[in-house]
């Protein structure tokens, strides 16, 4: 999810926004010959359909170890397409890496799902006489949280391993303010002392810098991992397209499962490829806030958590005709669902999808997550097979040529 800037932050979510939570009969239909498990089970809640298998779960655990940073996805991009070439008929990448998975090419009605494929990361900005090097960030990259983290520095030689320092709790002034990590002071050492030494192991400005941290299970109940925002929307919308494939569901559109590069410093891939694909219809994914951790204000940020659902969002650009649909969806099919609200635009690439063309009828998909731009991203499990079961739910129930518009 992208820093939105200022114009675009008047936050004003709505208070005690009640999560909704169903309880219909258990859904009967076999949905996928690999699921199976239920997971979780009360009075009151429907019984969780688990969607991923391990297989796929072994894809996800690769995703996520692979570093995608902005601008530099290919390599991350080549993996997603490997997993979902046996679900699409053809695919398309653009001039700056979006990937795209197609099914019914030829179909003139075309829906797109979409995830953002890129992840936060740093650039070198400048290498010091004494060998350490100044970074920039290449999206919304937190300074609070740098210091002490080990880092890769990606060169043409390789991976050059580095850590951000710190001054020792020792060495600062007792009983003085202490000083923030900002970007003025937060600085990597790589085991140099000089400037040329930093050269040598092939660093130069403009090389982009990953945190090493990978991917874990907590608990068997939270997948856990450095940008889970939003390669788990990648992962998300390609088990659609496994899930439609496994259960030999026959669109009556063309369906564009899209891997969008760039949103992380404001929606970029989004835009080149939806003016591309020209679609009808866009369903977005990305994560959210779980507001449920200190120092988070529910007054302004909402009241989300993570295992109580996917998300839907009401925003001027969420298109309100698309947005039940998603909604009576997920009703139909047991899935639970939180409510967000988001003054102007999302900060999601839906904004780039519905503002684009003619105006493309956009909804988003949201999965929550818990300390957003951090290397110890947490979504819960269940939220994600049930980001899955909405968008194929959904997906089931557009029609070709379906008109979205208020008025006729
Ligand atoms: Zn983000």
Redesign the pocket.
Known sequence: ???QCAKNNHSLNQLNQPITIFAFPVQTEVFNKNMAKKTSETADAPKHVAVVTDASLEFFRNYINNPSPTGFEWKGQQLWLDYINPYIDEHYVDNYGTAVGIINKDAPYKVVIEAHADE?SWFVNYITNDGLIYVIRN??SDHQIAPSKRVDIHTDNGIVKAVFGWPAIHTRSAGEKEEAPTLKNIFLDCGCTTKEEVEKLGIHVGCVITYEDEFMVLNDRYYVGR?L??RAGGFMIAEVARLLKENKKKLPFGLYIVNAVQ??IGLRGAEMIAHHIKPNVAIVT??THDTQTPMINKITQGDLACGKGPVVSYAPAVQNNLNKLLIESAQNANIPFQRQASSRSTGTDTDAFAYSNDGVPSALISLPLRY??TTVEMIHKEDVDNVIRMIYETLLNIKAGQDFRYIK
């Open positions: 999810m992208v820093i936060i999206g919304g940008a925002d939003n949103e992380e990305d994560v957003m731009h």
